[in-house]
Nanobody, 124 residues
Framework: QVQLVESGGGSVQAGDSLRLSCAAS????????LGWFRQAPGKEREFVAAINYDSKESGYAGSVKGRFTISRDNAKNTVYLQMNTLKPEDTAVYYC?????????????????WGQGTQVTVSS
């Protein structure tokens, strides 16, 4: 079993930055992909970013590319999402997700493990 715990959400102004963290624990072997998804009120959960086990592969949603950066520290079993130049449309609950594999994946159905979510609110 794998547990994922997010932290770092909050309320900020447009243009500000936030860094989300997700600590993973449990049965994590070498090949473990981590990703971030978000869900705004009344909308479906959407892919934000993901990174593979050795950080050599990563991908982003078009809406965040150039503003958000995903990274991971395998020594700490932690994945980060640095969010810069935040916009009101980034307001959502952000979820950390994990799955076994060697690449990164956009489809939520690919991920077997999910955190409880952390709220990010961006006001104009």
């Amino acid at each position: 079993q794998v547990q994922l715990v997010e932290s770092g959400g909050g309320s900020v102004q447009a243009g500000d930055s936030l860094r989300l963290s997700c600590a993973a624990s449990g049965d994590i072997n070498t090949f473990f992909t981590l990703g971030w998804f978000r869900q705004a009120p009344g909308k479906e959960r959407e892919f934000v970013a993901a990174i593979n086990y050795d950080s050599k592969e990563s991908g982003y949603a078009g809406s965040v590319k150039g503003r958000f950066t995903i990274s991971r520290d395998n020594a700490k079993n932690t994945v980060y999402l640095q969010m810069n130049t935040l916009k009101p449309e980034d307001t959502a609950v952000y979820y950390c997700a994990g799955t076994r594999g060697t690449s990164w994946y956009m489809a939520a159905a690919t991920y077997d493990y999910w955190g409880q979510g952390t709220q990010v609110t961006v006001s104009s």
